[in-house]
């Protein structure tokens, strides 16, 4: 989706292109093209979203993402952040629409650039997503791992400019989207190689509890958190704490309104129960008689509308289960931190091919080890016997008698074995902890079984079952020490679950497949 963010670059000048005339009045400019392509129905680029499109409903998702600030307050904002007089400003930029922000490149006389972030109105949580972003870059730094310098930010609406804002410095390089199909083997191995090594920096962070990093001033007096003890090998780590998690999940759909455990939480029990928790709380309080959100699931469920009543049976099943989750490692259960989102968008290379920054952290939380032991969507092949088997990835020994269609085929398959490859690999040799973690399948039950339980209910009342049979079907390598697993179910329960569960995965993957094609992500958007 973000292939052409740079080609759709938004330029406005804030000075006159020729010396000695007067500079633009960037306020009146913009209040006047705002009256008149508000009449002309047009949107205005710097308020509106305009990079994308939605295939349904997208009259409410652009209104969502609309947010009219004082563009001249966000200049001098910006310009007195990097010490330059608000004159030597002379082109700002939108540069990106992500999920989350409307992204702007500053430039200025000299040629220094700054970059500055305005979440949309809709980006959840309000105020404590912007403060613990900033303060997770600030605190990740702090371990030199590879982030922009935040140069200013604010998490309140209530300022001149009329929006939460944080403005960081433009660091060298472009995105790795933009090169990684134009790499060779070499050099896509030395990148990935980087990006481990970065992420063993990650594991390797001591923390005190599970949920999101805060600057202690931060956080609202009634709110809990856990201090951040000073560390003996890096200093000013003192002034963070772990607050609630920032997880976009805690958020969605009201979920901050109901009394679930939004974090700190000490121990990985804690972590497996609140999210449990909280999916139960929200359905008895909000929960109704609905049809799935996946369509063609319908026939499952006999054309009718699904009761959420099964889906709080299943989840209590959960909580049952979950005392029993927790492993007996220490270290699998240490509280860790990782990329909420580790996409080639996201990571920055420079032209000698050392990456210059690592982007977009909101939501991040720390969670105990074991559940955030996986490799990256972006960097994984599951369902691939190559990949699966850790085979060396070579291209197919009739390759050059394919056709160009098919050649093209083979050689995205022929990348992503590499990357899954380079990965595994890597993290064999730099992060011992993350690769015993990713190759042990009672590990992976685990986690597959918290992201099912945690994940919001939208019609599906087969998911949750399914994994919780799994789990039970594997119980010894779970819990060796008990026999008799909570939440039995009958020889028929199971069939029937398992069949159903067999052919909703395999909608999934049709609808994947669908999607793909057209161009578009699950949320409609191309």
Request: proline share 6%; with cysteine; glycine share 4%.
């Amino acid at each position: 989706m973000q292939r052409n963010r740079f080609l759709r670059t938004v330029f406005y000048p804030l000075c006159a292109p020729c010396c000695g005339k007067k500079p633009y009045s960037v306020k009146k400019h913009h209040d006047d093209e705002e009256k008149s392509k508000r009449s002309a129905g047009v949107a205005n680029q710097f308020f509106d979203y305009t990079f994308n499109r939605w295939l349904y409903n997208e009259h409410l998702r652009l209104q969502e993402r609309r947010l009219h600030f004082d563009l001249n307050e966000l200049c001098a904002i910006v310009a007195k952040a990097v010490g330059l007089p608000r004159s030597e400003l002379v082109f700002i930029a939108k540069l990106a629409e992500g999920g989350s922000y409307r992204i702007f490149e500053v430039t200025f006389r000299n040629g220094l650039k700054a970059i500055a972030r305005l979440p949309y109105p809709c980006t959840l949580p309000h105020k404590y997503g912007v403060a613990s972003e900033v303060a997770t870059m600030e605190f990740l730094r702090l371990y030199k791992m590879p982030i922009p310098k935040i140069l200013d930010w604010s998490s309140s609406v209530s300022n001149k400019l009329g929006s939460e804002y944080i403005i960081m410095e433009r660091v060298p390089g472009r995105e790795l989207a933009d090169t990684w199909h134009t790499m060779e083997f070499k050099e896509r191995m030395a990148i990935v190689e980087k990006i481990v090594a970065a992420e063993r920096i990650l594991f390797t962070i001591p923390f005190p509890a599970s949920g999101s990093i805060f600057f202690k001033d931060s956080l609202d007096p009634n709110i809990t958190c856990v201090n951040i003890p000073e560390s003996s090998s890096v200093k000013d780590t003192s002034k963070f704490c772990v607050g609630p998690s920032t997880e976009y999940l805690w958020w969605h759909q009201k979920r901050d309104e109901i009394d679930a455990h939004h974090g700190p939480w000490k121990s990985s029990e804690e972590v497996l129960k609140a999210a449990g928790e909280r999916e139960l709380l929200w359905l008895r309080k909000f929960g109704k008689m609905r049809y799935p959100r996946e369509a063609f699931y319908g026939e499952f469920y006999g054309r009718q509308k699904v009761d959420p009543q099964v889906q709080i049976r299943y989840l209590l099943d959960h909580l049952k289960v979950a005392p029993y989750l927790v492993p007996k490692d220490d270290q699998l259960n240490a509280p860790t931190i990782r990329h909420p989102d580790l996409s080639p968008s996201n990571i920055l290379v420079t032209e000698s091919g050392e990456i210059s920054g690592i982007i977009d952290w909101q939501h991040s939380t720390i969670l105990p080890l074991f559940l955030q032991a996986k490799i990256p969507a972006h960097f994984q092949n599951y369902g691939d016997d190559d990949s699966e088997s850790f085979r060396r990835p070579k291209l197919a020994d009739n390759f050059a008698s394919m056709t160009s269609s098919e050649k093209e085929k083979e050689m995205e398959l022929y990348r992503r074995r590499q990357v899954h490859f380079f990965y595994v690999g890597y993290t064999s040799q730099l992060n011992k902890s993350h690769f015993r973690a990713i190759g042990k399948p009672s590990l992976v039950l685990r986690n597959q079984l918290y992201d099912t339980a945690a994940r919001p209910w939208e019609g599906d009342n087969t998911s949750l079952q399914a994994q919780l049979i799994r789990t039970i079907m594997h119980w010894p390598e779970i819990s060796p020490s008990n026999n008799n697993p909570p939440g039995q179910y009958t020889p028929a329960e199971v069939k029937e679950c398992l069949d159903r569960d067999a052919k909703q995965k395999e909608i999934d993957k049709e609808m994947q497949q669908c999607r793909d094609c057209i161009g578009v992500i699950l949320m409609a958007w191309w």
